[in-house]
């Protein structure tokens, strides 16, 4: 199957650490990106790992990803205001290039 | 600014009538992909061009087609357009033809009525 799934949403206080979870079915899966959308705005890649890695940091980004469960997250440090915006997961696979978005995870990351 | 750019940012058109939608891959690109995202599909991939030739195809309508010209730019057409056709059409643009990171454009906005 080809389904990606992510909770809606998400609340948050700021300067506190948000945790983004996704879940995926296709274990051929080989490439595992986050991207961001800001109101009316495109979408920003901000990390992708990698299937056979377990963890990914990059400044106040860490996206783990446990292959047995076919779980990924992203962990914000440090979560700012400007943080506020969607969350996709995207999956793309061996044999072609398209990407699979999850369903987007609604971060509010209130003061 | 991902360096993909697409033009017009918003299209109000009417049902029946026929848009064409255009990406421009950041330099040196040879990859791009259209997507299609709607409150009730979410984000889809439609189809996938690698210098000038259609690699992949996705869940896109027969009324819809696309083509990628010599200067790489993308275009995709939307016929016979439907009020279920309103929706934010992004293009992404990656260098190489397979599993390379895809840069994505802000999006064209389209409302059928």
């Known amino acids: 199957g080809e389904d990606v799934e992510q909770s809606l949403f998400l609340s948050v206080r700021e300067g506190d650490s948000s945790v983004i979870n996704c879940t995926y079915t296709?274990?051929?899966?080989?490439?595992l990106y986050w991207y961001k959308q800001e109101p009316g705005a495109g979408l920003q890649l901000l990390t992708y790992i990698f299937s056979n890695m377990d963890m990914k940091q990059d400044q106040r980004l860490t996206v783990l990803l446990n292959k047995k469960d076919k779980h990924l997250s992203l962990r914000i440090a440090d979560t700012q205001t400007g943080d506020s915006a969607i969350y996709f997961c995207a999956e793309s696979k061996e044999d072609t290039d398209k990407l699979i978005f999850g369903t987007g995870t609604r971060l509010q990351v209130f003061p | 600014d991902s360096g993909v750019t697409q033009t017009p940012k918003h299209l109000i058109t009417a049902t029946g009538q026929r848009v064409t939608l255009r990406c421009s891959p950041r330099?040196?690109?040879?990859?791009v992909y259209w997507y299609q995202q709607s409150l009730d599909q979410g984000l889809q991939f439609l189809i996938q061009?690698?210098?000038?030739?259609?690699?992949a195809k996705g869940n896109i309508l027969e009324r819809f087609s696309a083509q990628q010209f010599p200067d790489l730019h993308s275009e995709l057409n939307l016929s016979s357009l439907e009020l279920g056709d309103s929706a934010l059409y992004f293009c992404a643009s990656s260098v190489g033809e397979m599993r390379e990171t895809q840069y994505f454009g802000p999006g064209t906005r389209l409302l059928v009525l």
């Open positions: 296709d274990s051929s899966s080989t490439y």
């Open positions: 330099s040196g690109d040879l990859s």
């Open positions: 061009y690698y210098n000038g030739e259609e690699r």
